[in-house]
């Protein structure tokens, strides 16, 4: 009876331990300061929201939704895999953009598990009658008081074309700014945005490791294999600062262990 009784208590607290690390969202907030930065801009809120997989939080997506709008975010930024190749449900995701456009301007990139289920047209086309802002390949602006952010967006490389190239056309048509910011689903092409002086860069794809090991960090990434480099935080080499989201859902591997599902805050502020 006594062993029965361990046993049972053992599986509750392992369904307890596994519903918190894949259903209890996290905030991290981070401050990136600098001279780069126009005085316009400064407090200016970024949301990050990544890699959500279909994943669903709540009703019609709504605990999601009320983090998202208690990070009082001035943009929204959506880096990739919005939906899930496995389990295909863009609706369900829709759930959550639909209330985000009515928070912030959201821009939007592409992942690998939009290209893999080859519905971008579809994926694309949704979103644009929402309003969110679309960047394949292309780079947007934020105007305050005449000056301006440069906003970038790469699609991601398994649709065909090399980051560099696609860095060459997304910014063929950047206006004067003094700070640049990308977003880019993966986080593997540090260097490549380091080479092209990119200022912030905003990614995800790595599932912050999928299982994070206590005082070592990520377990396993996709593009990066075992013990990845970039699965978490800020990175930074010379003048660029990468951004990477644990992302909110999972696709393969179901669980996710000590790696709370994320939103990434990034509050800009003019270096004195």
Request: aromatic letters at 10%; charged letters at 20%; zero cysteines.
């Amino acid at each position: 009876m006594k062993k029965l009784l361990k046993l049972i208590i053992l599986v509750i607290g392992a369904y307890i331990f596994l519903y918190v690390n894949n259903n209890w969202i996290v905030i991290t907030e981070h401050i990136f300061e600098s001279q780069k930065v126009p005085k316009s801009f400064d407090g200016f809120r970024i949301t990050q929201v990544s890699d959500l997989h279909d994943a669903v939080f709540g009703d019609r997506q709504e605990k999601l939704i009320e983090k998202v709008r208690a990070t009082n975010p001035d943009v929204i930024f959506i880096t990739g895999d919005l939906i899930d190749s496995n389990r295909y449900d863009l609706e369900q995701s829709l759930d959550a953009v639909r209330a985000f456009v009515q928070i912030a301007d959201v821009y939007y990139v592409i992942g690998n598990h939009e290209v893999a289920i080859n519905q971008i047209d579809e994926i694309y086309g949704e979103l644009k009658k929402l309003g969110v802002i679309i960047l394949p390949n292309i780079t947007s602006t934020i105007e305050r008081n005449g000056e301006i952010l440069n906003i970038i967006g790469i699609e991601d490389p398994l649709n065909g074309h090399e980051t560099q190239f696609m860095l060459d056309v997304a910014r063929s048509n950047e206006k004067e700014s003094t700070l640049q910011i990308l977003l880019a689903h993966r986080p593997e092409y540090f260097e490549t945005y380091v080479t092209n002086d990119i200022d912030m860069v905003f990614s995800g794809h790595a599932h912050g490791g999928q299982v994070r090991i206590p005082f070592v960090g990520g377990l396993i990434a996709p593009g990066q294999g075992f013990l990845p480099t970039y699965t978490a935080g800020s990175y930074i080499e010379d003048d660029t600062t990468m951004f990477v989201s644990r992302g909110l859902g999972n696709s393969g591997v179901p669980f996710r262990i000590f790696n709370l599902p994320e939103i990434v805050v990034v509050e800009l502020r003019t270096a004195k």
